[in-house]
Antibody
């Protein structure tokens, strides 16, 4: 069973860059796509994007201009950077696996954007 | 993008009764190379991450009670709770993983009548 743990600042200032890291255990990094999903308070779920073992990425078009997802296979980590954040980016950010037989999710981390 | 539309937005069901949630995709999510429908169902309780219930549209996740079942193919999918228990009060989401961007339904809130 894959285990995922998000980490990073819980508070980011508006116009700055949100940076989160997800640490994976329990599976080869080559098995899955490694993805980020977010959920704004009281709202539904929004897929942010993924990075593959080889570094290939795919982003949600709604965020593509501001998002970078990268991978460090040696550290078994993948990271999310979201630039020029606004209050609308306040959300719980989940890392998750994609591909394989079934998805695995982390517990999520709440990131608030302050003005 | 594939749009996933759930119905109803909310429903109230008596304890022990059946709850049915529908999810319709704007295009087929059936992979004809493996004949699998790329749909998952999640349960989310307040303050918790989504919990995987069903994948491949009808495969129950290990440890999920058998009162939960998924069905459907192509564009129309259903999550059924055969006998609603108090602990099933939650918001339920469908998701397609047939194409990118991955997309979710808007959620269905299940309550006790």
């Amino acid at each position: 069973q894959v285990q995922l743990q998000e980490s990073g600042p819980g508070l980011v200032k508006a116009s700055e860059t949100l940076s989160l890291t997800c640490t994976a255990s329990g599976a080869s990094m080559s098995t899955y796509y490694w993805s980020w999903i977010r959920q704004s308070p009281g709202k539904g779920l929004e897929w942010v994007g993924y990075v593959s073992y080889s570094g290939t990425t795919n982003y949600n078009p709604s965020l593509k201009s501001r998002v970078t997802i990268s991978i460090d296979t040696a550290r078994r980590q993948f990271s999310l950077k979201l630039t020029s954040v606004t209050a609308a980016d306040t959300a719980v950010y989940y890392c998750a696996t994609d591909g394989g037989s079934r998805p695995n999710w982390g517990q999520g981390i709440l990131v608030a954007v302050s003005s | 993008d594939i749009v996933m539309t759930q119905s109803p937005d909310s429903l109230a069901v008596s304890l022990g009764e059946r709850a049915t949630i529908n999810c319709k995709s704007s295009q087929s999510v059936l992979n004809r190379s493996n004949y699998k429908n790329h749909v998952t169902w999640y349960q989310q309780k307040p303050g918790q991450p989504p919990k995987l219930l069903i994948y491949w549209a009808s495969t129950r996740e290990s440890g999920v009670p058998d009162r939960f079942s998924g069905s459907g193919s192509g564009t129309d999918f259903t999550l059924t709770i055969s006998s609603l228990q108090a602990e099933d009060v939650a918001v339920y989401y469908c998701q397609q993983y047939y194409d990118f961007p991955r997309t979710f339904g808007q959620g269905t809130k299940v309550e006790i009548k």
